[in-house]
Structure formats: C-alpha cells, structure tokens
C-alpha cells in the first residue's frame, strides 16, 4: 500500500526556483524596410539586428540572474542556433561551458519530421546545470526530445532559452524558460533559421517569399 502522508518536499532553494518569466515581445508587424540585396528572399523583416541585440541583452541578464556562480553548460542546438548562441554567450559573464549537439528534424524544408542526431555532446553533463539553447520553438518535438535527453544523462537541472516562439504550431506540450519573441505562423529566415539550408547568415530575420519556396519545389521535381 502507498504511504498516504507524502515524504516532506525539500525546502526551496533559489536554485531549485522556475525563472521568473519576463515579459514576451509579440513581433507581429512586418517592416518592409528589407536591406537591398535580400528583396527577392523576403517579403519583410521581423527582426533587425539592432532589435535583435537588445533582446538578446535583456535574455542575457535573466539567465545570469538565475545561473548565478556556480559553473553551467549552455548545449546549443547545431545548426539553427548558432548565431544566436553566439551573440547571448557574449552577453553572459558565466561561469559556463559551450557545448553543441547536432539535433534535425528531416522534412521537406517547411514541415519538421523525423528527429535525428548528428552531433553528440563533447562534455559531461551529469550532475550539471544546463541551459539549452534554440532558434525557434514550433512543434516543441526538438526542444522536448533534447530536455528528455539532457535529464536522461543526468543533468542537474535543465533551463531552454529560445530566440522565437510560434506557440499556434505546438504538438507537444512544450514551454521554453527564456523566449526572445513570440511569432506568429510565418515561415522566417535569417539570424541562423534556414530554408532548405539558405538564408541562416542573413542578419535579421525575415519572411520568407512564398515564391522561393514555389521555385525550390519546381527545381526538385526537375
Ligand atoms: C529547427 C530549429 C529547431 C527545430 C524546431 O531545426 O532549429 O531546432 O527545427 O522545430 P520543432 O519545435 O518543430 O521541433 P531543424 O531540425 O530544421 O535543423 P536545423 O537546426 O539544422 O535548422
């Protein structure tokens, strides 16, 4: 028979607390200000650069607040997340340790399918602190498998920050700790999100024109 009266919950600590959540810029408005040179891949920019700083500053400032001295891992996910990942370590004094895995979901460019890994972590991460690290959170299938692996390895605790979030595509019942932006159901480039592949060096993220897509389907059937 189970035990009725639950063993007592180990006191609070202010490591062992959720992140206080800030608040989420909802970037729903598209600036047809598109750099030139990019006016046939985009049809509008969600992000610029400049925009994409700040939040990154203010994302940054929340982690280190809650990561606090003691040394942790930021795992970011190859490849989407590179240069996001790039630009937040900068922004955080630490202690951490970078550390990639290579994680994709092979669709046909616009849909996410079947997870694979393609890059194992280098470090040990039992017993760790770990934040993961993304450039968007859509089905939650990514985000959610990484976590389960994270734990499975016995990491300490596990925090996931991403750059973007279209919460109106979730499948699986998936949050993220730190969320730069909140985005509707657009299909974005740029700042490492692809197509295909393309468009992950563009430094500002932007909505990919339908007619690249429709010109990428026709060269596969050729
Ligand atoms: C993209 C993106 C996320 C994931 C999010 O990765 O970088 O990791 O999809 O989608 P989900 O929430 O539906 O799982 P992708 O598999 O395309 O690989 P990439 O990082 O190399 O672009």
Redesign the pocket.
């Known amino acids: 028979m189970k035990p009725k009266i639950a063993a007592p919950a180990p006191a609070p600590t202010r490591r062992s607390r959720r992140p206080v959540p800030i608040d989420v810029p909802v970037l729903d408005r598209l600036s047809l200000r598109i750099p030139s040179g990019q006016k046939t891949i985009v049809s509008g920019v969600v992000a610029t650069p400049a925009r994409l700083r700040r939040r990154i500053r203010e994302l940054a400032r929340s982690i280190q607040d809650d990561f606090g001295n003691r040394e942790w891992v930021v795992v970011a996910?190859?490849?989407?997340?590179v240069l996001f990942v790039a630009d937040l370590v900068r922004e955080l004094h630490g202690p951490l340790i970078l550390d990639f895995i290579?994680?994709?979901?092979?669709?046909d460019g616009t849909e996410?399918g079947k997870?694979v890994y393609t890059k194992d972590l280098k470090f040990e991460v039992a017993g760790r602190d770990v934040l993961v690290v993304?450039?968007?959170?859509?089905?939650?299938?990514?985000?959610?498998?990484v976590i389960r692996r994270l734990k499975s390895l016995g990491a300490r605790r596990v925090r996931s920050c991403v750059l973007l979030d279209?919460p109106s595509?979730?499948?699986v019942k998936?949050g993220a700790d730190y969320i730069g932006f909140q985005i509707p159901d657009w299909f974005v480039v740029g700042y490492?999100?692809?197509y295909a592949?393309r468009y992950?060096h563009l430094p500002f993220i932007g909505v990919l024109r339908p007619e690249v897509i429709a010109a990428a389907a026709r060269e596969r059937v050729r």
Request: glycine share 14%; aromatic share 2%; proline share 0%.
């Open positions: 996910l190859l490849n989407g997340s290579g994680v994709s979901s092979y669709g996410s997870l993304d450039d968007i959170l859509d089905t939650g299938r990514t985000l959610s498998e279209k595509r979730r499948v998936q490492g999100l692809d592949e992950r």
